[in-house]
């Protein structure tokens, strides 16, 4: 025995025990978790293990009343859990995480079973992680209101997570809400429930109070339950694009606040001077890590000519040796897919590449649910592997020739979550980093997370972030942030009425120029009986003009704050100088404050500082606070030239371009900027202004899949604009206060890209 | 020797890299991480680890009685009992006893008749800070006294100045000097400090035809260390996919466990494969490793935790 395996030094089998977690499956059937204890398991669902096809357990499909009844029990617990000091709060998230610590070879087990990921992942991965979310979140709950005075948590929280990290985005979830003093309701994915049943038992020996956290199975309908019960204050969601874009919709209008972490395709930019065994490496652990189902996953290769055969030549080499098999084996690499249903959609995948010129290299796996590692080479941005996400250890492979087009490649995607870059030259790294739409950057490294690190998307990889303070505040609103009232119904479009006075003649504002309606339409804006002129009856033309025009005006975005504050304060220099004739549509005060206004922006211009977080190794961290390009902005009705720049000036103010769509009954004040705008250095195509119907306008920018962002001081339009805004996933803002200012109008016109540097000399 | 020895090429500068500290720490931590040897697996590469082992004396208390013993130890590495308990139909040996110049002869006369080589340090180790004309005639001494391996130490001034032409030269003298004898090339990576550097040395020790690239004297401060292990064995693979010619590896210094053992090992089958983990590319340069390599076979044999004094020392 022992001289054969001198012969071959072959590493032979070391599986983990599996024992501990078929002892504690045997408490099975699962009920779910409802107020602080578990029920009697009700229509019941297999949960299987993928690697061996064998069933773990069956645990019980969430109806609507069980989810009803975790609501109900959310909202009872919510006065008490939301009243106690942070102090006590975090006693219970510290005995949490101590709890956890004390059980995580089970954890680590059943998360094995349960997905089919490698013991080794779980264990060192997904475990600790899990810990260390809960340990920095029990010092959030101490320091919640010392730290974001004027805030309060929303209530209670529908979390809804996927199979791909079942603990950990149940820690990504649960650790933040109730850090912020929320109560929540949890659906585990269908396919891997139970480190989340074993979780509830943690709950239980923390002491937490009933109702404070409670758990239901179940499949897409008990998640829609959730989404869609008046109860729930926030939804947060993590899973594909296609069910994020459904839970928009579906709360469209509800005043649920929303955070979306969907799916993504991300780069990984390798170039010429990258260290390229390392990049090699890095390519194991963004695509070979966790069966390549991870949402950040650096599934497009981007590699530069000059290294491109070396490069790919390396990696084939490597992939050989990538082990695929028993999860529980401490020698695996790879583990088992997470369902048949998973292995056969990759598979039907990676057949529609190869069709469409992909060359497949594929490594090797046993029967069963595995999947083989995989590299498709010349894969053209035309071929569905290079946009769709495969969810699957199959990385597609393309060269680039410079800088540029490496960027070009990279963006060339509807999704923005992650980019991975690699390069022994920090100037050019940053560079990039700058440049690439994602939102989380790893420079010389991949899928590094820490607790005090916010991780979310861009674009159609969803909105808000996990982690760290930025995370933090996705889980409370400001104390003033009153529920909804009903909204006036938009006014019809006046009547025609006759002239009185000189006409004056107004016009959109286009790209820097004043242009009439495509259309060729006006009407009357009319005051108090009296008709104060007309206004150009903007169309869908319209706004696709502006927003084109718009796009063209990036330099805006790269001018530095200190640039954009002098034009700001330019800006309200000649607001000042054309007071007089502003007074013919606006009382005297509101110019005062607009140009009070101007002077506040401009101040903060270069004021709204990015970050560096402390995290967990030797890396800067740093949370970049980035415009999102091109943003729509429904104005109030009140208070027109204040409230249109109450928008306008804090989303330019951080370098965003906007298209504004003037109050419908009084737009000529907000037109008649166009002037002053012209006149201050405003560049052509950064501040655009529309008029016309109101409800056409702002569907149609809703719609468009080009502006990144959403403001509207419009409620009575919220539920139509959330619900067209699912298309490309922006993220809208109700403003509650469309006169009002400060940092909270900054902190929206931003997104969060954090970008990790290790170093070591 | 399975294969031919590297003859070495001209200095090549192009192929010298950057190498990134933080993605080779993260690579070798997760490498001994992602592998697990249990049962019969584990004391295989045990015994494999003996058979790769440079069993070492190069202290300056270093006496004729001190050498005999060790090499008495090499021939003899493990016990009857265990031997027998492992079902081994001989005695193992270990892969080379490493002294110092003077007492080779020693170990030669020793060793005579177990085909066990003697490995020997030269170049003025382990600083090497001596004119090279001594370094030379140094190991021309250590081969004249029956040496079949001599181990140098380069001039790590050469690293630290880019003086890559010197350091090319230099090794490529000490390999003439060496004759029929192998060349282990002592970095004396510690002292070196950055990947970058490590990368670059083991690269123009290989053109200059080193037979082996090794880490450490076992004096620096840092010794072998797994980052440090895996530049080495990576710049290896790239000689060898530029020239075709192969080099073995050896850490040396610091690796004091059976564990340290597996690690190492696993480090080349995975790196470098299959070839690399046999004694004519592969040495462990350790003195008191075997000894918990031992206890860790005895447990494996009876069941029961070992006691140092059990077993006989080096």
Redesign the interface.
Known sequence: MITEILENMSYGPAPESDALARDWLARGPFGHFINGRFTKPGVLFETRDPARDAVLAEVSQGSEADVAAAVEAATAAFPAWSALPGYHRARYLYAIARQIQKRERLFAVLESLDNGKPLREARDGDVPLAVRHFYHHAGWAELVAEEFPGQEPHGVCGQIIPWNFPLLMLAWKIAPALAAGNTVVLKPAEYTPLTALLFAEICVEAGLPAGVVNIVTGDGATGAALVTHPGVAKIAFTGSTEVGREIRRATAGSGKALTLELGGKSPFLVFADADLDAAVEGVVDAIWFNQGEVCCAGSRILVADAVAERFTAKLRARMESLRVGDPLDKSTDIGAIVHPRQLARIRDLVAQGVAAGGVLHQGYAPEGCFCAPALMLEVSPANPCFSEEIFGPIAVVTSFRTPDEAIELANNTRYGLAASIWSENLTLALDMAARIKAGVVWINATNLFDANAPFGGMRESGFGREGAREGMAAYLRPLDATAATAPDPIAPLPQPVAITGIDRTHKLYIGGAQKRADNGQSYSIIQDGRLLGHAPLGSRKDVRNAVEAAQKAGGWTRMSGHQRAQVLYFLGENLSARAASLEHFVAAEQIEAAIARCFHYAAWADKLDARVHDTQGQHVTLAMKEPFGVMGLICAEEAPLLGALSLILPAIAMGNRVVAVAPQAAPLAVLELAQVLACSDVPGGVVNILSGPKADLAQTLAAHEDVAALWSAAPELADMIERESAGNLKPVWQVTDATGQGRRFLEVAVQIKTIWIPYGA | MAHTRNPGVPLALEDL???????????AA?LV?????????Q???L??AIACMDLTTLAGDDTPARVRRLCAKARRPLSDEVVAG????EMPKTGAVCVYPTMVATAVDALAGSGIPVASVATGFPAGLMPLDLRLAEIRYAVDQGAQEIDIVITRAHVLGGAWTALHDEVAAMREACGAAHLKAILATGDL??LTNVHAASLVAMQAGADFIKTSTGKETVNATLPVGLTMC?AIREYRAATGHIVGFKPAGGMKTAKDALGW?VLM??ELG?EW?RPDLFRLGASSMLADIERQLSHHVTGRYAAHHRHALA
Request: hydrophobic letters at 40%; a positive charge; zero cysteines.
């Open positions: 890299v950057s190498v990134n500290r933080p993605a080779a720490e993260r690579r997760s991480a992602r592998r697990s040897l249990k049962g019969a697996h004391a295989a590469w015994l494999n492992l079902g081994l139909s400090v950055t990576r090992q089958r995975e299959l983990l």
